[in-house]
């Protein structure tokens, strides 16, 4: 029988799973809330090679059917495609996503960071709603050229989008107000271009090739919903990690130097993505001991390869100043996060800046009433109840 991954204990709280799955061998068929059996992979070594195995593929092979037109216009992105279209796809994103205009960036974040710290209560306030949504959310709107005050918006809709079946019933009006919107985004920027990337994804040439329309939808989908649900997590997450133990925030407060490595042991310890996106396997596939029939779906355990003891020393605890730190939290291969050094850089930001100003920041309630939000996609908690001290 397989592990029904829909029980609400494993949600709060799926580390013991992961050791007990790990131990036993590093794949197993599990039950998904929507009652789906998939086969998942829980250690390091496997996870790493499935991650970059053309054999287990995005699409299995098959031209894709979307049953309706929005189900379309999300589904042409990247993340979705297998090479040779996920060649183009990232290649022509690239163009526009380079590494200088992240970078550029900086004093900007920077600047958010503080403004939001500012209008800090002096009473407990949830640090999540305060601090870690709306830093990613302005920074991604900034970023492409949206308006901030349609945030809420957008944080509706995302969080029905990513809930996977608890608001199944939701998703199609939530899908389509955000295709919607997003049509209407990209026509004002066709009439009135400016040097935002959604401009520069509009505009974007290779070698006579561009970005359908599909396509561009899809692709500003992937960038608003990326763009801020992973780095919320990561923020919120790695703020839970300190605050949970009082030491190591007084530890980093007392260090800011080890921020950037803190930043990354947040990223392996509490994934932000809990699972790798959905594949299937094209062809008879030997993983782990276990051999997979052609069109077996899988998904790849991220969370739980992150503690697999056989790669990293002293797996389970949180260590700010790990030297080598070779988590699999962005993925690996083809389909590494394009907005790796984006999230770095607002999280490194994001604490440099709460560690400085806030030293005496705490929990506000107990850890045992902390929420964590349903469904294997994303990690994060709901709410991070804190007092700033």
């Given at each position: 029988m397989p592990d029904n991954l829909a029980d609400p204990t494993f949600h709060a709280n799926p580390h013991p799973s992961y050791a007990s799955w790990r131990r036993e061998g590093p794949i197993r068929?599990?039950?998904?809330?929507?009652?789906?059996?998939?086969?998942?992979?829980?250690?390091?070594?496997?996870?790493?090679?499935?991650?970059a195995d053309p054999r287990i593929s995005k699409t299995g092979g098959d031209d894709r059917h979307p049953s309706n037109a929005v189900e379309q216009a999300l589904s042409r992105h990247m993340l979705a495609a297998d090479p040779p279209d996920?060649?183009?796809?990232?290649?022509?994103?690239?163009?526009?996503?380079?590494?200088?205009?992240?970078?550029?960036?900086?004093?900007?974040?920077?600047?958010?960071?503080?403004?939001?710290?500012?209008?800090?209560?002096?009473?407990?306030?949830?640090?999540?709603?305060?601090?870690?949504?709306?830093?990613?959310?302005?920074?991604?709107?900034?970023?492409?050229?949206?308006?901030a005050d349609d945030r809420d918006a957008f944080r509706a809709w995302s969080d029905i989008i990513v809930g996977g079946v608890a608001y199944q019933d939701q998703f199609p009006g939530a899908a389509a107000a955000m295709v919607g919107y997003i049509q209407g985004l990209l026509a004002a920027r066709r009439a009135e271009p400016g040097e935002d990337l959604l401009s520069g994804l509009i505009g974007v040439?290779?070698?006579?090739?561009s970005l359908t329309e599909d396509e561009l939808i899809s692709m500003v989908f992937l960038l608003l919903l990326a763009g801020h649900e992973t780095t919320v997590n990561l923020i919120g997450n790695g703020a839970y990690l300190l605050l949970s133990r009082p030491e190591r925030w007084e530890r980093l407060c007392a260090e800011p130097a080890l921020i950037p490595t803190a930043?990354?042991?947040?990223?392996?310890?509490e994934s932000p993505v809990e699972t790798a996106t959905y594949r299937i396997t094209t062809e008879e596939v030997e993983i782990g001991g276990c051999t997979l029939p052609a069109r077996s779906p899988v998904l790849i355990g991220l969370l739980s390869a992150n503690h697999d003891g056989d790669r990293f020393d002293d797996a389970?605890?949180?260590?700010?100043?790990?030297?080598?730190?070779?988590?699999?939290?962005?993925?690996h291969g083809i389909h590494y996060c394009l907005g790796a050094p984006l999230a770095r850089l607002e999280a490194q930001i994001a604490f440099t800046a709460l560690t400085r100003r806030y030293p005496g920041l705490r929990l506000a309630v107990d850890e045992s009433e902390l929420v964590w939000r349903p469904g294997l996609l994303l990690?994060?908690?709901?709410?991070?109840p804190v007092t700033p001290g």
């Open positions: 068929q599990v039950r998904l809330a929507s009652g789906a059996v998939v086969w998942l992979i829980t250690r390091y070594d496997e996870a790493r090679r499935a991650l996920h060649t183009r796809l990232r290649r022509l994103v690239s163009a526009a996503f380079t590494a200088r205009r992240i970078e550029a960036l900086r004093p900007r974040i920077s600047d958010i960071a503080e403004d939001l710290l500012d209008r800090f209560p002096g009473t407990p306030f949830d640090l999540i709603d305060a601090y870690a949504f709306p830093l990613p959310i302005q920074v991604i709107c900034e970023l492409l050229g949206i308006p040439r290779d070698s006579g090739d930043v990354e042991e947040f990223l392996r310890y389970d605890d949180v260590a700010l100043d790990r030297a080598h730190n070779p988590h699999l939290a962005f993925g990690r994060g908690l709901f709410t991070l």
